[in-house]
């Protein structure tokens, strides 16, 4: 059994090791990073490289996101957000136009509509599984007619790791000449319709985040994929300032920049950690297939107290790479607020997480747009749980976090 160690003790500087067998003072966080010793070594050799950035294990790991996506074009930088922004500014979206997003998913979905001066138009969800519908979009886009509003693209999302249903949305952003992002950070390693999520078939531009809890990790990083390369090309050029360099040998050194960019590039010392952790991704995928499955059947006896993700979503279980185990639970039923239940759960040394507060209801988003009525990510909203999931998990793992959950029930 693994122990894993507040990061209170890295930050203080205190040289332990992250495992350590048979610990009593085991704690469970939600998600954690695999790094193992072959992840240190390539780091290391990055270290002592010729390049430290903007180096050839850039395009390295570009090339390697390409061959796992089946995408034409692979562009990394530096953050799931920063992809988010040089994707909505690739596809023009600026002052005037409305997105249209899910009320339930990260900050940096909405947000990165905002940062290109445009409005976002929030759509209700399933309320079992917190994703986009072709149903919810239509509403949101009859909405939007209703009010005279000009809607410029959708962004979707891939929630917990589970697809929306991409192909009848692409029919409905076809009819409506809407640009299409699929927000795929919680995604990368899955598949929909027999095709790696990011091969960008349906969608103009997907979207991926690297952070130390996703699927794989550079550390913190993102990428974009896509197969127009004009969208490709002027993404490249965003995230270094928008800087075109003179191509002729006598004036290498000269550049210009006709519109503004941004420093969002990702360093040749994460991409090297991206190409070794990208080797682990189907060992990785396949870990926690088997410790979701596990869960599903330890906690299927607690049904309708708690609903596990099995019960909806997409029909093909081994297409989807897990990056959440989010369940929903019947609070009300229980006569106890999540707040104690978590807490309840935290003293047990097991941490859990609310995958997500629905954007809509932000403090900044309700200054711009009011008070809204989203039915659908408020009932999602007020019964998911996120529980322990990552690859450092055992079964015997889950047996304490179902153990615990049975004594609260």
Same mark, same amino acid.
Not at 279 to 295: A, E, H, M, T
């Given at each position: ?23 009593? &003072? ?18 290391? &050799? ?136 699929? &927000? ?74 006709? &519109? ?52 909806? *979503? ?24 999540? *707040? ?70």
């Amino acid at each position: 059994m693994d122990l894993i160690l507040n990061y209170s003790f890295l930050r203080r500087g205190i040289k332990v090791k992250r495992f350590i067998g048979m610990a009593k &003072d085991k704690v469970l966080p939600y998600g954690y990073q695999d790094i193992d010793q072959d992840d240190i070594d390539i780091v290391s &050799d990055a270290l002592t490289g010729e390049f430290l950035t903007t180096g050839p294990l850039v395009e390295n790991f570009e090339t390697a996101l390409k061959n796992l996506t089946d995408a034409k074009y692979a562009v990394t930088c530096s953050s799931g957000t920063a992809a988010l922004h040089l994707a909505c500014m690739a596809l023009g979206i600026k002052r005037g136009d409305w997105v249209i997003v899910p009320s339930i998913t990260f900050l940096a979905t909405a947000n990165a509509v905002r940062y290109c001066q445009a409005d976002v138009l929030f759509c209700d969800v399933d309320p079992n599984t917190g994703l986009i519908t072709p149903e919810t979009l239509r509403n949101a886009i009859q909405d939007a007619r209703k009010r005279g509003l000009k809607i410029k693209a959708v962004i979707v999302v891939h929630l917990t790791g589970r697809h929306v249903d991409l192909k009848e949305i692409k029919e409905i952003t076809q009819v409506n000449k809407l640009e299409l992002i699929a &927000d795929s950070c919680h995604a990368i390693g899955g598949a929909y319709d027999n095709m790696p999520i990011g091969k960008s078939y349906y969608e103009q531009i997907n979207t991926f985040s690297f952070h130390p809890v996703k699927a794989f990790t550079t550390g913190e990083g993102g990428a974009i994929t896509t197969n127009n390369e004009k969208l490709a090309s002027a993404i490249r050029q965003m995230r270094s300032h928008n800087m075109i360099k003179d191509g002729s040998n006598e004036n290498k050194w000269q550049y210009v920049m006709n &519109d503004i960019g941004y420093n969002y590039r990702l360093s040749d010392i994460q991409c090297a950690l991206g190409i070794s952790q990208l080797k682990k991704l189907k060992g990785f995928k396949q870990k926690r297939s088997r410790l979701v499955k596990f869960y599903n059947s330890k906690l299927k006896k607690f049904f309708p107290k708690i609903t596990t993700p099995d019960r909806y *979503g997409p029909t093909i279980f081994e297409s989807v790479n897990w990056h959440l185990y989010s369940i929903l639970i019947d609070f009300k039923a229980l006569k106890i607020s999540r *707040g104690k239940f978590m807490e309840n759960l935290r003293q047990k040394k097991i941490n859990t997480q609310v995958h997500y507060i629905p954007v809509h209801t932000q403090p900044y988003y309700t200054k711009l747009y009011g008070s809204l009525n989203m039915p659908g990510s408020m009932e999602y909203f007020e019964r998911t749980l996120s529980l322990p999931l990552f690859t450092k998990m055992h079964k015997d793992d889950i047996e304490i976090v179902v153990k615990a959950l049975e004594e609260l029930l």
